[in-house]
């Protein structure tokens, strides 16, 4: 370990990913090995993990990130750095400072937007399938609970029926 450690993009996982490997290669361990030095700097990483871990494109958790890691030896503010681009492509580009638009009724009075305080942007919506989704089941639930009380309490049944039956007809 004489040249520097891979610095870890922030573009996209694809990337991401492979300078986890350019990191295990420069740390020049195994799989086994790895496993070992997590443990010892307090962390938990199976040596299957590592290795599902860099056989894919996909973005590690963060937990796995700090693990692997501090495995290869990367401390402090180098560490950190890996878990920021992390959590960086994980969570899409801090947005640039976009003009909120403003109210109609404050651009009619003529306000200067110095003036203006910013307003809120409006939280996510909730998806509505779900809440189709939960309305059917509940009403499912209803109606199977009303359905099974009046099969039990013998509404669907006719009492000429209940009197003769066949064990009646013999007493």
């Known amino acids: 370990m004489t040249t520097a450690p891979p610095t870890p993009p922030d573009t996209d996982a694809a990337a991401f990913v492979a300078a986890l490997r350019r990191l295990k290669a420069w740390s020049g361990l195994s799989y086994r090995r790895l496993e070992r030095h997590a443990a010892d700097a307090g962390h938990c990483l199976p040596y299957s993990t590592a290795a599902t871990m860099l056989g894919?494109?996909?973005?590690?958790?963060?937990e796995l990130v700090a693990a692997f890691v501090a495995a290869c030896g990367i401390r402090g503010d180098e560490?950190?750095?890996?878990?920021?681009?992390?959590?960086?492509?994980?969570?899409?580009?801090v947005p640039v400072d976009v003009?909120?638009?403003?109210?109609?009724?404050?651009?009619?009075?003529?306000?200067?937007?110095?003036?203006?305080?910013?307003?809120?942007?409006?939280?996510?919506r909730t998806r509505p399938w779900r809440t189709r989704w939960a309305l059917v089941g509940a009403a499912a639930l209803v109606v199977t609970a009303f359905l099974g009380g009046a099969t039990t309490s013998g509404a669907f049944t006719d009492d000429e029926e209940v009197l003769q039956t066949s064990t009646s007809v013999r007493l």
Do not use: H, K, Q
């Open 79 to 93: 560490a950190e750095a890996w878990l920021d681009a992390r959590t960086g492509i994980a969570c899409g580009p």
């Open 99 to 124: 003009p909120v638009p403003l109210p109609a009724e404050v651009r009619s009075v003529g306000l200067a937007p110095a003036n203006v305080a910013p307003s809120v942007a409006a939280p996510a």
């Open 56 to 62: 894919r494109e996909r973005l590690p958790r963060e």
